[in-house]
């Protein structure tokens, strides 16, 4: 089974084309390293004209993720499983 996580990342400029508020590419590369898979960069248009109004970066990866590394850390110590594993803290606010 799968889990998802959301990133709305806002676009700014007058005219288009828009320009991403964050780095997303470097949001992906974050969350890559969190175990987490790109499933789809969404743009809706909801603004006039045939523009996106902002990128919406769709996650997943398997629900299972986090009891895994719990095993793994039981079975080898802390240190080097969780500095490999990173945090989801350093990724921005997840809009669900």
Do not use: C
């Amino acid at each position: 089974m799968k889990t998802y996580k959301f990133i709305r990342v806002e676009l700014e400029g007058v005219f288009p084309p828009k320009k991403p508020v964050q780095d997303y590419r470097k949001l992906i590369q974050d969350a890559a390293a969190q175990g987490w898979q790109l499933s789809q960069i969404f743009a809706p248009v909801v603004a006039p004209g045939p523009f996106a109004a902002y990128y919406e970066i769709i996650l997943e990866r398997d629900l299972n993720h986090g009891q895994e590394r719990d095993s793994k850390r039981d079975s080898e110590g802390d240190s080097e499983w969780d500095q490999a594993a990173g945090s989801e803290e350093g990724l921005p606010p997840v809009n669900e």
